[in-house]
């Protein structure tokens, strides 16, 4: 059912934006046989949009999944870790120095970049100390540093439209997203989800205690290290190119808990497919316009998120009385 939904939002963003088309247009397009104004409207516009949409949507929902499970955590997301604040860090670095001048692609790569620093000095604790806590300690500690770096670099802005710039894209978006920005980030996307493969029998034997799961056969610091692993590569990917997309990786796994039951395991495939349905619907939203601006896309899913984090905390409060 959630691939049926995601297939057709999918199709259905090709028809919403500020020039409407008929559903023979959009197929017309698809097959390359409408005129060249609709074709680059709905093939290098539009389509680009909703592929990059499913890959953010499906990796922040797959990681907020796995690092809920690992860490026994329901307030965990992809944020925890510190690499969407380290990857936002590179990007608004890019920007500040002006960069994109003399290279068109240099905030995705030093986004990428921030995002591997992120991720090497959290795979070199885990490989120290693999403790939960521990994790969580210096993800908190990554992102809290990386932050104050981001509030210093745009308290030096040289100027309002570069200060502008790195405003709006820490908002976050899908807008004008192109192939080459698909082709930038989808093998370290493909990477992070392929770490993810194998580790559901893992989740479900940790939701046990790491005592237990290592008794039933199951290497909890290796399981651990691909989850930190993957979750940062293909997360920091998708906020080189979208920008920073807070919430999904928080809200997606306890929607989709209330519909498969509570096993981590089970949350993976599911979470991802959800995830990709919230962001692709968010991204809906953003293209109604409002008066003179335009909604972002990192606010709408704060908008869906933050009341949601808030009855979780609320839930998580009563539960430990």
């Given at each position: 059912?959630?691939?049926?939904?995601?297939?057709?939002?999918?199709?259905?963003?090709?028809?919403?934006?500020?020039?409407?088309?008929?559903?023979?247009?959009?197929?017309?397009?698809?097959?390359?046989?409408?005129?060249?104004?609709?074709?680059?409207?709905?093939?290098e516009?539009?389509?680009?949009?909703?592929?990059?949409?499913?890959?953010?949507?499906?990796t922040?929902?797959?990681?907020?999944?796995?690092?809920?499970?690992?860490?026994?955590?329901?307030?965990?997301?992809?944020?925890?870790?510190?690499?969407?604040?380290?990857a936002?860090l590179?990007?608004?670095?890019?920007i500040?120095?002006?960069?994109?001048?003399?290279f068109?692609?240099?905030?995705?790569?030093m986004?990428?970049?921030?995002?591997?620093?992120?991720?090497?000095?959290l795979?070199?604790?885990?490989?120290?100390?693999s403790?939960v806590?521990?994790?969580?300690?210096?993800?908190?500690?990554?992102?809290s540093l990386?932050?104050?770096?981001i509030?210093?670099?745009?308290?030096?802005?040289?100027?309002?439209?570069?200060?502008?710039d790195?405003?709006m894209?820490?908002l976050?978006?899908?807008?004008?997203?192109?192939?080459?920005?698909?082709?930038?980030?989808?093998?370290?996307?493909?990477?992070?989800?392929?770490?993810?493969l194998?580790?559901?029998?893992?989740?479900?034997?940790?939701?046990l205690?790491?005592?237990?799961a290592?008794?039933?056969?199951?290497?909890?610091?290796?399981?651990?290290?691909?989850?930190?692993?993957?979750?940062?590569?293909?997360?920091?990917?998708?906020?080189?190119?979208?920008?920073?997309i807070?919430?999904?990786?928080?809200v997606?796994?306890h929607?989709?808990?209330?519909?498969?039951?509570?096993a981590p395991?089970?949350?993976l495939?599911?979470?991802?497919?959800?995830?990709?349905?919230?962001?692709?619907s968010?991204?809906?939203?953003?293209?109604i316009?409002?008066?003179?601006?335009?909604?972002?896309?990192?606010?709408v899913?704060?908008?869906?998120?933050?009341?949601?984090?808030?009855?979780?905390?609320?839930?998580?409060?009563?539960?430990?009385?």
């Amino acid at each position: 059912m959630l691939g049926i939904l995601l297939g057709a939002l999918c199709f259905l963003s090709l028809f919403i934006g500020s020039v409407s088309f008929s559903a023979a247009e959009v197929f017309s397009a698809l097959l390359g046989n409408a005129d060249q104004a609709t074709t680059i409207i709905i093939v290098e516009l539009r389509l680009p949009r909703v592929f990059m949409g499913l890959l953010a949507g499906a990796t922040l929902g797959l990681s907020g999944a796995s690092l809920q499970g690992m860490l026994r955590n329901p307030l965990a997301d992809p944020g925890i870790i510190g690499v969407s604040s380290m990857a936002g860090l590179g990007a608004v670095i890019a920007i500040y120095m002006g960069l994109t001048d003399l290279f068109p692609a240099a905030i995705q790569i030093m986004a990428i970049l921030g995002a591997m620093i992120a991720t090497f000095i959290l795979v070199l604790i885990a490989a120290r100390d693999s403790s939960v806590l521990t994790l969580i300690l210096a993800g908190i500690g990554i992102s809290s540093l990386a932050t104050a770096a981001i509030s210093l670099t745009m308290n030096f802005a040289p100027n309002p439209m570069t200060l502008q710039d790195m405003v709006m894209w820490m908002l976050g978006s899908l807008e004008n997203r192109t192939i080459a920005d698909i082709l930038i980030s989808l093998p370290f996307i493909l990477i992070g989800w392929a770490l993810h493969l194998g580790i559901s029998h893992g989740l479900d034997a940790c939701s046990l205690g790491d005592d237990t799961a290592r008794t039933l056969g199951i290497d909890t610091k290796k399981m651990q290290l691909k989850i930190i692993l993957g979750g940062a590569i293909s997360v920091g990917a998708v906020v080189a190119v979208c920008g920073a997309i807070g919430f999904v990786g928080l809200v997606v796994p306890h929607i989709v808990r209330r519909l498969i039951g509570y096993a981590p395991g089970k949350l993976l495939i599911p979470s991802a497919l959800m995830g990709a349905i919230l962001l692709i619907s968010a991204d809906l939203f953003t293209r109604i316009p409002f008066g003179a601006g335009q909604l972002r896309l990192g606010v709408v899913t704060a908008i869906i998120g933050a009341p949601m984090f808030l009855y979780i905390v609320y839930k998580t409060r009563r539960a430990m009385r």
